[in-house]
């Protein structure tokens, strides 16, 4: 089952669906797209993504605040955030993670709300959505220090092989967006090819970064599809089997999420 593993459907631009949320989801389950993880980004839009969840029985969501959303000088409540949690569509914790390149002066903040996160998942286990971007040393160092027992993602991945080997060694997932469609991105495609097949996701991160040939037209979830047929052709396997791959792999990766892959 192909599943956009990653997408902020209260942000989509809605322009080309006439504004219609349900029109942009029909268009991606016309493409053969069976399920869709929206992601939290902040105590703000918590609420939105759980109505998401609650509206659509093919979307679960996650919970968490963006390394570039925290609010100044103060990490995320656990009080708040274990709460968020128990909501039974809330299959994963985040997107959370360090994100250097835009916010170098927030480290130390970003380090301790993505280390209350970690707990969070040690605490819940349930899997944690990581964001990473200039800051491959100290997030292998936060994610080995927690040491979680279960699995988690890096999501929109755009690290060299090196970062991509670690991740794996911990037992992360690998999701790999539209940038790995992008005419310069030939050592994300190297790292693409590598993945095991077991531990690959496929995402939009939509509305941002439409993947080739909707590049410069805001993301949507129905373009997972054309990451999933050019990592397809890139992993030399047909289009059928890389959905099945990352549809198992999503759903063992979030088993509460609501996928019948058999269904
Ligand atoms: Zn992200
Ligand atoms: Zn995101």
Redesign the pocket.
Known sequence: MLIDS?C?LDRLDLGAHNGSLDAALDAARARGVGHFLC?G?SADNAGAVKQMAERYSDVDCSVGV?PLDLEPGAAPAMDWLLSELEHPNVVAIG?TGLDYHYEPEAAELQQASFRLHLQAAQTTGKPVIV?TRGARADTLTLLREAALPQAGVL??FTEDWDMAKAALDLGFYISLSGIVTFRNAEALREVARQVPADRLLVET?SP?LAPVPHRGKPNLPEYVRDVAEYLAVLRGVSYETLAEQTGANFKRLFPLARVNLHG
Do not use: G, L, P, Q
Request: hydrophobic letters at 20%; proline letters at 0%; glycine letters at 0%.
């Open positions: 990653h902020h992601i980004v963006h997107e964001h999501h929109c991160d941002y």
